[in-house]
Each structure stands twice: as C-alpha cells, then as structure tokens.
C-alpha cells in the first residue's frame, strides 16, 4: 500500500545554498507535518498543515525555513541559505483527519548534510 | 528545554523476557501520550497510546503505564522478541495545538 514518501532521501548542500525536500502525503490525509530529527535526538515539530491552510509554523527555527502546501496534499519544505546545524533527517507524516488523537503516519525522511 | 527524555540510551534484553523502557515529562498539562517504534532508515511507526484518564492501557504484548504524579511513563514488553530490537520515542501532547513532544529515544537490542 502507498505510505507517505519523501524526496530525496539523501541531499548533500554547501553552506549557503537553498533546498527543497518534498513530502508526498497518504491519498485523502488531511493533515500534514514536518519535524526536524538532529542525530541522537528526538524528532521537533516543525509545522503543521490543515489541507492546504498552514495553522501552526511555531516549531520552524528561523526565516529561513519555509513550507507549502498549495494545493493540499503534496508539501515542500524549504530552507534557504542553508547552515550546518541545518543538518538532520526531516520527517514528514500525515494523518487522515485533523486533532491529535489521529495516528501519524511517517515518511522514511530526507537526511540533509549541509557542508 | 527537552519536556519529555528518555534517559536510557540503550537497552538489552534476552528473548522471551520482558522489556521495560521508560520516560519522564516535565509539563504538568501534557494530557496524551505514545510511543512509536522506529527501525533504521524508516520513519516513526504508532505503537501504542494513553490518555492522562487512564493508568494503563494494554496491547497483545505491549503495555503502557503512567504515573501522573511522577510525571513517569513506562512500556512494557512481554515477552520480547529480536523482531522487537528498534529505537522507541514516547511522545506528549497537551490539549492545546497539534504539537508532539518527543524524547531521545531508547534503542532496544533482543537477543536470540
């Protein structure tokens, strides 16, 4: 059965460039999120959309990082201007229904090495 | 500031006995828990939940216990099986948002 996927699985940046990762989402999820993994940690919320509304961008570190969903089912998460401590595995998971009692289901992630 | 930690790193254990992997939170509003397991270059998988209602809640094999006055949850494994050796991450949330908090995760090793 078709999971949630994600592209590229591995994307290796020079400081300073931009990136695009992008997340293909179950058929029909209403909901979509996008978490940051740094290595030996948990994954951080990132953002959260509803269709293609974004309701919650709390979790992105700076101006630099930007998502989209226009037209509410595949996302692209961008960074620009890419840092080192950007350097993580980026997950992405969807959930049929909006509210938190509906499972996430995860993306294998993006690993981004920023040299 | 890490709200939820997983303060065991690793963890091994012999197949057939039982697994106990735990996690403490700092946030008194957290009101909704879980746990996913998590196998090398694959996403976070659900395995089990509990409301801040309840004590326990079981699973076949797998059951999860809180402590709401210590702010603990733990999850039992029973028996385990090497098919069972994976990172697990609790996570909470509040009643407010769609934010999960995740721990470091504890990696889990069953030995034949």
């Known amino acids: 059965g078709a999971g949630v996927s994600q592209s590229p699985r591995y994307k290796v940046a020079k400081r300073g460039q931009d990136v695009a990762l ?5 058929s029909g999820h209403v909901s979509l999120f996008w978490y940051q993994q740094a290595l030996g940690q948990g994954p951080e919320f990132l953002t959260y959309f509803q269709n293609e509304a974004q309701l919650d961008k709390s979790g992105l ?7 989209e969903r226009p037209e509410g089912s595949v996302s692209t998460l961008k960074i620009q201007r890419t840092q080192q401590e950007d350097s993580a595995v980026y997950l992405c998971a969807s959930s049929l229904n909006s ?13 981004l090495t920023v040299l | 500031d890490q709200q939820v930690k997983q303060n065991s790193p690793s963890l091994s254990v012999q197949e057939g006995r039982i697994s106990i992997l735990n996690c403490d ?8 828990f879980l746990w996913y397991k998590k196998y090398p270059a694959e996403g976070p998988t659900f395995l089990i939940s509990i409301s801040s ?15 709401k006055s ?16 994976a990172v697990y991450f609790c996570a909470a949330s509040t009643n407010t948002g769609n934010q999960f908090y995740f721990g470091t995760g504890t990696s889990l090793t069953v030995i034949p």
């Not at chain 2, 209602?53 to 402590?67: A, H, Q, S």
């Open chain 1, 22 to 26: 992008r997340c293909d989402p179950i």
């Open chain 1, 61 to 67: 570190p700076s101006d630099r990082f930007f998502a």
């Open chain 2, 25 to 32: 939170y700092t946030n008194s509003m957290f009101d909704y």
């Open chain 2, 70 to 85: 210590a702010k603990h949850l733990s999850l039992h494994i029973v028996p385990s099986q090497p098919g069972d050796s």
């Open chain 1, 99 to 111: 509210g938190r009692y509906n499972e996430q289901f995860f993306g294998p992630g993006t690993r």
């Open chain 2, 53 to 67: 209602i309840k004590d326990k809640n079981e699973d076949g094999r797998f059951t999860v216990f809180l402590n």
